[in-house]
């Protein structure tokens, strides 16, 4: 059986808010994008998580690459939001209780 590039790559809204993933797993091209741009190749991403296809890391790639500036973009805005949420919450200041 020749596989598809439309069947390796899937979406559904409830799975990772309706990001492309590599089918059959939670894991999404904007993921694949990250390791690739910190150095990692495709056969080193399969290596340390098996349960991915090799020609489901490079289908996730070819889709990044296709569309890069979008997915790097959407990328930043995902590393800004967790910035903002792992900032130090302010502490009020309560009276102290006297008992």
């Known amino acids: 059986m020749i596989a598809s590039l439309d069947s390796l790559l899937t979406s559904s809204p409830e799975i990772r808010h309706g990001r492309l993933c590599i089918a059959g797993t939670g894991i999404t091209v904007h993921r694949i994008a990250i390791w690739y741009k910190l150095g990692h190749s495709?056969?080193?991403?399969?290596?340390?998580?098996?349960?991915?296809?090799?020609?489901?890391?490079y289908a996730a790639l070819a889709h990044y690459h296709a569309n890069r500036t979008e997915i790097d973009a959407e990328i930043e805005a995902d590393e800004a939001q967790a910035q903002r949420l792992e900032a130090p919450n302010i502490r009020v200041k309560l009276p102290r209780l006297r008992i």
């Open 42 to 57: 495709a056969e080193e991403i399969t290596r340390q998580y098996p349960h991915l296809s090799l020609v489901g890391v």
